[in-house]
């Protein structure tokens, strides 16, 4: 009976193709973007974590601006003093501090112009963070021996993909008009803003940048097995001491995970709530659909009555037709979610972020919930439409025009 | 034997009309008990077949009242209607368009509740079943044919032809269903959808959706009605002959003077009740007037 039921339903879906595939995208969409979000973020989390590796423990990273949202301060140029910075050495437990800034400039190689991240700290303290505490090494070249000397060392990127033509250590680029010899290059961090850095010293980022003292935010490296909460703490105390920036943000490696978290879940969570609401809008597609349906087969709905068909028979043909559309929605939706994951995923790949789709780690059972309730919506989105047909008396029903 | 109610209240024991209102009415003596007749026919029917019209009608409409609400309007279509129909008959409901002929013979097929009354199949009140009796009882005793044929448009003449059985969990026995349709000279359309077929052809699939589960009675709403002259002799013909030969009870609603000619019994409707019998001819020749 249910197998005849469903043959009937696909019958007459099929004499409106038009208006059932249409009614089918409006659930697509939705979950669509449900899918796409299940099977990328996996892959987003994984990218936060390699870049919070790459920023190493026992570390606290100062930058400008509110605890809300201390990006804003990065990009508001406030600086701090290098002197006030530098006193948080004294604290106990701190092992040294790097005083660190940045800045959009344009670098040239070989007439070839383009907007780069300029990253400044002093040489010494770069090797010092970088290679003994973060084992990421030069992958040719060497460290810039002194401060003045025009030398660069370039991001493991910045070296490969940012010009037509690969960096060599040797080579001249021009930052900001002056000339540099690259010194060094770095091996790969495996965090693409990083990798895409050029490092000059700081005195000679001020020289670029017209900037005369001040740093636009400091590394902090602890001493291992210090009180990373006790020294943070402190260095607020004492930084709450100096005029110059009100407000400031200490990045612990906790903390800059919880942030990062936090980031992603608002952007999850949005992401989700447009897809519930495409849903909801797709739901009551699918009503309207049952509705004019309805009341377009009116007629034949009498017909059917007349020649035998129970309430029941008339609301599970309804019923049948609506799960269907969701659940056909559901599916298109998942095999269009994947494939635009995949796509996102190539395009991700080509600018250097690795992994963030893979088939392997598709979550098959979401997809299965997914399909049960793109069913169980296109149902309910049929139930008042198909009571309605189901309730009709098949005289009236029959007068119909 | 015959009821006591008949002799008291005046029913017609033929076409089951109340006429106790009525001063012309004729009676006749039958064993010990007198019945009243509304006119010629059936006092006739009633002496030819004496034994016929003593049990149990197949169908009794007793006090049938249908009152239909539109916009604040209540309209009466069927205004204490009392009909008997006997098993094996062919009876023509005859009436001016809005006299309730098509609404008394949804009643019959249990289309539409009665605002008031009951319905009496066999002796049964059919009226209080439930949705899922009443959808058995259309599919499996009922066979409804239509004037505008009412084929579903999306499925195609054999599909049509089977639906009953789909909606009664039945098997669908191809070959036989096949020769059916060779028998209607349709077996080259089988395949075909509603909208590819002439009005013949859709009337005569339709007729074989409504004989799919070898129904006791049909019931044609202006069957012909749609149809050309030598269609519509062909398709009245398979009817009687269903009637004829099959022995099913069949009742049509027609405007048809033809049809009514044929018919074992007419019925004719005025207003939401019966009108007398013998009144039957000049109605049928005042419809014939009307429709030339």
């Known amino acids: 009976m249910l197998k005849n039921f469903f043959k009937l339903v696909l019958k007459s879906t099929r004499y409106r193709p038009m208006r059932s595939w249409l009614t089918v995208l409006g659930i697509v969409i939705g979950i669509m973007l449900v899918v796409i979000i299940l099977s990328l973020g996996n892959g987003i989390r994984n990218a936060i974590k390699g870049t919070l590796q790459a920023f190493g423990s026992d570390s606290i990273i100062i930058l400008p601006g509110k605890e809300s949202n201390p990006l804003l301060g990065v990009f508001g140029g406030q600086k701090f003093k290098e002197r006030d910075l530098m006193n948080l050495e004294k604290i106990d437990g701190v092992k040294f501090v790097v005083p660190m800034d940045y800045g959009m400039v344009s670098v040239e190689y070989r007439g070839e112009k383009k907007a780069v991240l300029l990253h400044a700290a002093n040489w010494k303290n770069y090797a010092q963070v970088l290679e003994s505490f973060q084992g990421i090494k030069l992958e040719e070249g060497q460290w810039p021996i002194d401060e003045i000397t025009s030398r660069t060392v370039l991001g493991y990127v910045a070296t490969r993909d940012l010009f037509l033509k690969r960096v060599a250590v040797g080579d001249e680029i021009i930052i900001k008009s002056k000339r540099f010899i690259v010194s060094g290059t770095m091996s790969r961090i495996g965090e693409q803003m990083v990798d895409s850095v050029v490092f000059v010293s700081m005195g000679l980022f001020r020289e670029l940048t017209g900037t005369r003292s001040g740093s636009g935010s400091a590394f902090v490296k602890i001493e291992p097995g210090a009180p990373v909460d006790f020294i943070a703490k402190q260095i607020r105390y004492k930084l709450s001491q100096q005029e110059v920036v009100r407000d400031f943000t200490l990045l612990t490696p906790e903390k800059a995970g919880r942030l990062a978290g936090d980031v992603l879940s608002i952007v999850e969570m949005v992401l989700i709530v447009v897809a519930l609401i495409s849903l909801v809008v797709g739901s009551v597609g699918i009503m309207n659909t049952m509705y004019t349906s309805v009341l377009e087969r009116t007629k034949q709905i009498g017909v059917m009555k007349a020649i035998g068909a129970s309430s029941e028979a008339v609301l599970s043909l309804f019923l049948i037709e609506s799960g269907l559309i969701g659940f056909v929605g559901g599916i298109f939706g998942i095999i269009f979610g994947v494939l635009s994951a995949y796509i996102i995923g190539l395009i991700a790949d080509s600018y250097g972020i690795r992994g963030l789709f893979s088939f392997g780690s598709l979550d098959l059972f979401g997809f299965a919930v997914i399909l049960i309730i793109t069913f169980i919506t296109g149902i309910l989105s049929g139930a008042l439409p198909a009571l309605r047909a189901a309730k009709m008396e098949p005289a009236e029903a029959l007068r119909y025009e | ?292």
């Open chain 2, 1 to 292: 034997m015959a009821p006591a109610q008949n002799t008291q209240s005046k029913i017609d024991p033929v076409c089951g009309m109340d006429l106790s209102e009525s001063s012309d009415v004729s009676m006749v003596m039958h064993s010990d008990s007198s019945f009243y007749f509304c006119g010629m026919n059936c006092e006739k029917r009633f002496k030819k077949y004496p034994k016929k019209f003593q049990g149990k009608p197949l169908i009794k409409l007793n006090k049938i009242w249908k009152v239909f609400k539109m916009g604040g309007v209540e309209t009466k279509v069927l205004r204490g209607l009392d009909m008997h129909i006997w098993e094996g008959d062919f009876v023509a409901i005859i009436g001016h368009s809005g006299s309730g002929k098509s609404t008394a013979l949804n009643m019959i097929g249990l289309l539409n509740k009665p605002t008031s009354g009951t319905v009496f199949l066999k002796g049964k009140d059919i009226s209080l079943l439930d949705d899922e009796g009443r959808a058995e009882l259309r599919s499996k005793t009922f066979g409804f044919v239509f004037q505008q044929y009412n084929l579903i448009p999306w499925l195609t003449a054999f599909e049509n032809a089977t639906l009953p059985l789909i909606f009664l969990g039945k098997k669908i026995e191809a070959e036989k269903i096949e020769a059916r349709f060779e028998e209607m000279g349709l077996k080259d359309r089988m395949t075909h959808r509603p909208f590819e077929l002439s009005g013949g052809e859709q009337q005569r699939t339709a007729l074989l959706r409504a004989l799919a589960n070898d129904p006791e009675i049909i019931l044609g709403d202006e069957p012909t009605g749609n149809l050309d002259s030598v269609m519509g002799s062909k398709i009245l013909k398979v009817l009687i002959d269903l009637n004829k030969v099959h022995k099913k009870t069949l009742i049509i609603v027609t405007h048809d003077a033809d049809i009514a000619g044929q018919a074992d019994q007419v019925i004719v409707f005025k207003d939401g009740s019966l009108l007398r019998d013998h009144q039957v001819h000049k109605k049928i020749s005042s419809h014939n007037n009307d429709a030339s």
